[in-house]
């Protein structure tokens, strides 16, 4: 799924880190499929690594069973 914001573009939400590029972008952690609670949200230069190492710091785990999405 796509959002639209100005002239800004999202993408979301991923349940797998393999489906995200190391590239400079905004990310929001939440839970929640349908109604989003954001954990937290970054602006980093590696989408990638930066959400790995904040999901690890967290002890947050992707995917629907354990309900944390990005």
């Known amino acids: 799924m796509s ?3 100005g002239r800004f573009s ?3 939400p991923f ?3 393999d ?3 190391d590239r400079p ?5 939440h839970k929640g499929e349908q109604k989003i609670d954001p954990y937290f949200i970054c602006e980093t230069p590696l989408l990638k690594s930066s959400i790995e190492k904040e ?3 967290n002890k947050l785990e992707l ?3 354990k309900n944390c999405f990005i």
């Open 10 to 12: 999202f993408r979301g």
């Open 3 to 5: 959002i639209q914001i």
């Open 25 to 29: 972008g905004i990310f929001i952690v």
């Open 19 to 21: 489906e995200i590029k």
């Open 63 to 65: 995917g629907s069973q």
């Open 55 to 57: 999901l690890k710091a």
């Open 15 to 17: 349940t797998n880190l």
